[in-house]
């Protein structure tokens, strides 16, 4: 079993700065993929950034040039640095990853943090 615990949430005015992190624990062998998705009230989750192992990066279109997501592998980590949020940034973000296990990847999901931006 695998845990994803999540971080750094908050409320922030418009044109603020984040840092979300997201520590996987538990039955890993290796992480393929971990990112960030995001949900707002009434909307469906979408993707915001992803990062391989390979360090190759993905972001939103919306979140491009102001996000920036980075990972310590030795740590189990990912990170979300969110720069000159908006309004329209407010959702629960949650943390992904997908994990070798041993025989085959599995996808997990931590439980979400809220970010919630606002003058």
């Known amino acids: 079993q695998v845990q994803l615990v999540e971080s750094g949430g908050g409320l922030v005015q418009p044109g603020g700065s984040l840092r979300l992190s997201c520590a996987a624990s538990?039955?890993?062998?290796?992480?393929?993929?971990m990112g960030w998705y995001r949900q707002a009230p009434g909307k469906q989750r979408e993707l915001v950034a992803t990062s391989t192992d390979g360090s190759n990066t993905n972001y939103a279109g919306s979140v491009k040039g102001r996000f920036a997501i980075s990972r310590d592998n030795a740590k189990n980590t990912v990170y979300l640095q969110m720069n000159s949020l908006k309004p329209e940034d407010t959702a629960v973000y949650y943390c992904n990853a997908v994990i070798w296990q041993g025989g085959l990847f599995r996808n997990y999901w931590g439980s979400g943090t809220q970010v919630t931006v606002s003058s």
């Open positions: 538990g039955s890993i062998i290796s992480i393929a993929v």
